[in-house]
């Protein structure tokens, strides 16, 4: 079945303005890319070697101060692991509106503890943790509409 699934994926993409397609289905994850990645040049780095004068070694030195605060600020939160909607449908925090969310901010999840549920076509599909960690963000609120790979949750992956 799964061989079926993976040379369909692989018809699509070729035929398809798309360079790279990721599909997951619970536990399993199918990535199939056309071409590889493009790397980007810090444009920053490339500038700095022009520059001769004292006056503009010292604007790009505050310059590579404040991109160094800003890494440092954006590792705190890159590093963060995002759950993602693997399909479209409605978002529910709980098995029924009488019971308590499956997790709450603060909650330590495992991988397989099921989050929440995302109802598809009248069909209601658990989704479960792939990493350990706690719960940071719950970015949707319940019985809301969601989109394909929409992030729903940040985990602060546990050690």
């Known amino acids: 079945m799964w061989k079926d699934k993976i040379k369909e994926i692989i018809y699509m993409l070729e035929n398809s303005d798309v360079n790279e397609i990721e599909v997951r289905f619970w536990f399993n994850k199918?990535?199939?890319?056309?071409?590889?990645?493009?790397?980007?040049?810090d444009s920053s780095k490339v500038a700095s070697q022009d520059i001769s004068t004292s006056s503009q070694n010292l604007i790009s030195t505050d310059n590579n101060v404040a991109k160094d605060e800003q890494k440092i600020a954006t590792s705190s939160v890159s590093s963060l692991v995002e759950v993602k909607s693997p399909m479209p449908g409605t978002f529910y925090s709980s098995p029924d509106p009488d019971s308590s969310p499956f997790v709450s901010v603060g909650d330590t999840v495992k991988p397989g503890d099921t989050i929440c549920?995302?109802?598809?076509?009248?069909?209601?599909n658990e989704i479960q943790a792939e990493d350990a960690g706690v719960v940071e963000e719950i970015l949707?609120?319940?019985a809301s509409p969601?989109?394909?790979?929409?992030?729903?949750?940040?985990?602060?992956?546990?050690?």
Request: aromatic content about 6%.
């Open 117 to 124: 549920i995302v109802e598809a076509m009248k069909i209601m």
């Open 146 to 159: 969601v989109e394909f790979d929409q992030v729903l949750f940040k985990l602060k992956p546990s050690n």
């Open 30 to 41: 199918i990535k199939v890319t056309k071409k590889p990645s493009i790397l980007n040049l």
């Open 140 to 142: 949707i609120q319940n």
